[in-house]
């Protein structure tokens, strides 16, 4: 066998595995509107919060949420009170991750990633005492389930960083290990987008590669 008949054997083999394009949801492939929502709501509460004290202290994570106060088991998200740093790093972080977990997931399933992270990361901080606040630990939910992604192949990156993906889930482990409210979500959101995307497989529904993903692929 010739050297051209392996090399379009081997092409042809993987379009065949390959969904294609077509046949991914307009719904992934349009613009990342609920990302960008998400950015939206959270760039004016942290605004709200940094202009009014009072409005940062409602929504904050406190000791108030063992006396009844609720809605601080999730609110905490709403803001990045902790300086520019915060609110930057975790702005970028969230249009970049989130837009390529709702091309990955859609709408649906990235909101939970994004809610079941916020609820892991928040619930640690509770068990350990850490009160403040802050998006990363939502945002952390969607990384894990892009780690799954990548882990289990489903992206077609090579080995490098799917090398890179392992590494960072025992990272998260480690920072469990050491009481950082960020390990806990990112291996949250991985369990919860493996189990997503063994779903998607087992009933067919196309999962797209990360040139697929690209939107000028």
Known sequence: MTNTQETSMTESTETAVLPPRSELTATRLSRPWLTWTVFAVTAMTTLAGLLSPAARAAVSRTPGFFDGQWWRLISPILINPEGWYQIVFNAAALLVLGTVAERVYGRIRWTALYLTGALAGEIFSYATGN??????????????????????GHSRLPAGPR?????????????????DEHGAPILVGFA??????????????????????????
């Open 192 to 217: 919860l987008g493996s189990l997503m995307l063994r779903h998607a497989r087992r009933t067919g529904s196309p999962i797209p590669t990360a040139k697929q993903v690209d939107p000028h692929s």
């Open 131 to 152: 009160y403040s606040a802050g998006s990363s630990v939502a945002i952390a939910g969607l990384l894990g389930g892009l780690t799954a992604w990548v882990i289990l």
């Open 163 to 179: 090398v890179g993906a392992a590494t960072l889930l025992a990272g998260a482990a480690f920072l469990v290990v050491i009481g």
